[in-house]
Every structure is written in structure tokens, then in C-alpha cells.
């Protein structure tokens, strides 16, 4: 019998050992693919932490504001002083004036001072006493009746946000959870004006006129009497500048309108001054304007879940604390508004302060590209009120801004991913 050769024994050994060889190469068996847990954090199924602003404006409603006062003067503005006083030169009005005499003679010197004088304005035709004989100066002042409680709402504003979004990897299921931290503001601005009820009181002087007349037969001027109605344009523009007038002999006259320099003296200096003083109730001459202007600051912070719709969109809800910074400028402008020129007295006051707030936002989140993208969504914060006060020689006055009432409004931005 023929024995196997060495050749064929090791032709044998190496086909038994080819299968061994190739199961080697093969590796271990895949690894079955699970999903990630229904909570937690899991950095290998979601995209690395990175981080997203967002650059956007808002438009939010104002705070509730209440005003009251506890008392308001409106001084008068001027004080034309003693009318029996021949050494005040100068008398000013709320609607007018009687200032020195610059009058002068041929050679440029001053005339002697005879109680008259021709520099003097006023504001307003009705000024003229009914029978032409003179004219009227005023000054005004009123004291303002309780305390007029007011309530209102500051306007609608638009103002800006800044959030910053940080994306740990944290999840519920598809639902992303990030931490946010933003800033917004929005300006604060209410005005109101309402007549309110006030005693007024009003000093009258009357001034006596002395018109020159023109006579056309002789070309001449002569000096009125006292009394005489003023021949010169009495109207209702300022008559305070003094003219003159060369008559046909070559003489040259002042032909401005003339006053007496002191209220009602006349030619005779026992005549009684012709100062009259009234009070009167009204509750359609006073005005009060409340006028408060500011801005405030929200910072907010709090966790932000994603919810995906589709690969581009996503809704957003976010709620959490937040504070509140405001600062505003409290101002009250009390008017007498008489025929002529108002009487006005402004008082102000500012203040800052800090206050807790809450927050919630709702948005809708659309992905132009992988770090760029846009949102639009409602907008809700409450926080707490802050009064403000002025205490004035004219008045008390006081505030409440309160942000209570819950602002609502709607926003709308640009979202970047780095």
C-alpha cells in the first residue's frame, strides 16, 4: 500500500486551517443599537453643548399708573409791586408791561417825567377797557380744590431683548432642555391733563391812555387830554415801541400811544388807584398735567424646553424669575389758562428702584441654516409697584407705578448658533 507523501500531509494542514483564519478577520459581532434614556443627559446622542443668542425687539404693554395730590398752588409769576409807588420804573404782567419813558426833547435829552410814558406793551385787544380809555394789565395765581385722584395706563412701547441660550445635552424624551439668561427694555410714558376744580384769583390794574391826535387842516399833533379814546392802532399786537412823527412846520413829535407810568394816577395823584382784586371758583380755567417718563430693565433667567415640529421648526416655552430695574422722571404742570398768556408752575422729581418679577415666553423657532435661524412669540412678566412723591412750596404730589397688572406684548428676533 502506497504511503501519503509529506506534500500532500501539509496540502491537508493548510485547508483545515483557511476557516479559522477567516473567522479571525471577521471581529467581534455588531453591537445592537439602543436608544437614549427617556431622561437624563447623553453628550453621544445629541450635538456637542454650544450656545445661541438672540438679538430681537419687543413691543409690551405699560404699567398701571395712579396720581393724586394733596395740595397745588399756582403762584403768580409776577409782582408788579405797590401801585402808588411813583419810584417803580418798570411793572411786568402776565400779559404785559409798563417800562420807563424814552422820550426826549429836540436835542436828545430826556423830558422831564410828567407820569406818562411811551414804552409799554399788552397781549390782547381785550385788554382795552370798553370805553377805550385805558388798558388792563393782569396777573394770575390759584389755589387747586382736593386731591383729584387719577388712573390710568402708561402707553404701548416697543424696546429691545438680549438672550443668551446655553444647550447642555439635557433632554425628556425629544424634548431639548436649555438655561437661558436675557435682558430687555422698554420705555415707560403717560401723560395726562384734566381741568380741575380751583379758587383763582386775578389782580387787575388799569392804566390810563394818552393818545396824540392829528389834525389834517394844520398838519399838526397835539396831545390828548386825559381820558381821550387813543387814536393810534390800538390792536392786538404789542404797541412798545416808541415813534415819532415831523409835522408840516418841520416840528417832530412823539407820536406814540402814551400810559400813565402808574396804574391809574391820571393828572391828579390823589385819584385812588384803580387795583381790583377777585377770587373765583372754576373748574374749566385749571389744568394739571402728570406727566411721568422712564424706562426699565428686565433680567431674566430660567430653563427653556424645546419641542421639535419639523427638522426647521421648533416651539419654544421658557418661564422663570426675572428682576425689574426702572427709573422715571415724575413731573406736574399746574395752568391757569387765561384769555391772553398762561400761568404755569412746573414741579419734578426722579427716582430709581429695583423690584422681583416673573417671566414666560413663547416663541416659534425657524432654522435658516445650521447656526442661523429667526423667531416670533408672545411675551408675559409681572412684577410688583413702586410709588414716587414731590413735596413743593407749590404743591404735593404723588404716584404709583405699578407693574402688577401683568405686561403683555409680542417679539421678534434673529437667533445665532456659535
Known amino acids: 500500500m502506497k504511503q501519503p507523501s509529506v506534500r500532500s500531509a501539509l496540502l491537508l494542514g493548510l485547508l483545515a486551517a483557511i476557516p479559522a483564519w477567516l473567522g479571525a478577520q471577521e471581529g467581534p459581532p455588531p453591537e445592537q443599537y439602543e436608544p437614549p434614556p427617556a431622561v437624563g443627559m447623553d453628550a453621544s446622542y445629541f450635538a456637542p453643548p454650544q450656545n445661541k443668542i438672540s438679538i430681537g425687539f419687543r413691543t409690551m404693554t405699560g404699567p398701571k ?26 411793572r411786568v404782567y402776565a400779559d404785559g408791561g409798563v417800562f420807563p419813558d424814552a422820550r426826549t426833547d429836540s436835542n436828545g435829552v430826556a423830558i422831564a417825567p410828567d407820569g406818562r410814558t411811551n414804552t409799554w406793551n399788552y397781549q390782547s385787544a381785550s385788554q382795552i377797557t370798553p370805553d377805550g380809555n385805558g388798558v388792563m394789565m393782569h396777573t394770575y395765581s390759584a389755589v387747586i380744590d382736593g386731591s383729584n385722584p387719577q388712573k390710568g395706563k402708561a402707553d404701548t412701547g416697543s424696546g429691545f431683548e438680549l438672550t443668551l441660550d446655553r444647550d447642555f445635552g439635557w433632554h425628556v424624551g425629544k424634548v431639548q432642555i436649555h438655561l437661558i439668561a436675557g435682558l430687555g427694555g422698554n420705555d415707560i410714558h403717560y401723560i395726562l391733563t384734566k381741568f380741575v376744580p380751583a379758587e383763582v384769583t386775578t389782580l387787575t390794574d388799569t392804566y390810563s391812555l394818552y393818545a396824540p391826535s392829528f389834525d389834517a387842516t394844520t398838519g399838526d399833533y397835539t396831545l390828548s387830554p386825559a381820558g381821550s379814546k387813543p387814536s393810534g392802532p390800538v390792536t392786538s399786537t404789542s404797541l412798545s415801541f416808541p415813534s415819532s412823527a415831523t409835522d408840516l412846520s418841520g416840528n417832530t413829535t412823539d407820536n406814540s400811544t402814551l400810559l400813565d407810568s402808574q396804574p391809574n394816577q391820571g393828572n391828579d395823584p390823589n385819584t385812588p388807584s384803580s387795583r381790583q ?20 430693565f428686565l433680567l431674566r433667567v430660567g430653563p427653556e424646553f424645546i419641542v421639535p415640529v419639523t427638522d426647521k421648526f421648533h416651539v419654544t416655552l421658557s418661564t422663570g424669575p426675572a428682576l425689574v430695574y426702572a427709573g422715571t422722571t415724575f413731573s406736574v404742570v399746574q395752568t391757569i389758562n387765561t384769555p391772553s398768556v398762561n400761568t404755569t408752575s412746573t414741579v419734578t422729581d ?17 432654522e435658516l441654516t445650521e447656526r442661523t435661524g429667526f423667531y416670533a412669540g408672545a411675551v408675559y412678566q409681572s412684577s410688583t409697584s413702586y410709588g414716587q412723591s414731590i413735596q413743593s412750596e407749590n404743591g404735593a404730589f404723588h404716584t404709583k407705578i405699578d407693574f402688577g397688572n401683568g405686561q403683555q406684548g409680542v417679539r421678534m428676533g434673529v437667533n445665532f448658533k456659535f
Not at 395740595?71 to 405797590?82: E, K, L, R, T
Not at 371758583?281 to 424706562?295: L, N, S
Not at 426722579?350 to 425657524?366: I, K, Q, R
Open 350 to 366: 426722579g427716582h430709581s428702584t429695583v423690584l422681583p418679577a416673573y417671566f414666560a415666553d413663547a416663541d416659534v423657532e425657524y
Open 65 to 90: 399708573i395712579s396720581t393724586s395730590s394733596s395740595f397745588g398752588i399756582v403762584p403768580s409769576q409776577f409782582n408788579p409791586g405797590d401801585p402808588k409807588d411813583s419810584s417803580i420804573t418798570s
Open 277 to 296: 382784586q377777585s377770587t373765583q371758583h372754576t373748574t374749566t380755567e385749571v389744568t394739571d398735567q402728570w406727566h411721568i417718563k422712564g424706562a426699565y
